[in-house]
């Protein structure tokens, strides 16, 4: 597909060109898009947000890990159980429920600090 777009070659030192490789790498964009963003004085990434974002995902990893022990418990609670266990179970239950509300909380605060507002 044509474009209007033209290809340029920039030659730097090893050290820049090092330097423009990690900040692309830690920015998550290719080292055309850094420079294209410095021209244009366009704002770069923040690393906080990456680091929001991957945060948010474990805290997401960790819910979903807490729902899988909750339905396995359901499972165990299916079988015949005397009264003392079977309260166990419901008091275990409740916590999990409560530690993934806490989780969700968790996402929405920092998923609001960076800006996104998580629904």
Known sequence: MPTNNRRLLVTLPESESDRLEKLAKQLRL???EVLRRL???SPLPDQRDFEASQGILDLLSVNADLA???NLLKLVMD????SDLLRKY???ANQIKSTQ???KDTVRK???SIGRGAK
């Open 79 to 82: 079988e015949p159980l005397s």
């Open 39 to 41: 021209l244009m004085n």
């Open 30 to 32: 290719t080292q055309s």
């Open 68 to 70: 899988r022990l909750g």
């Open 101 to 103: 509300d806490e989780l």
């Open 90 to 92: 419901d008091e275990l």
């Open 110 to 112: 920092v998923d609001n």
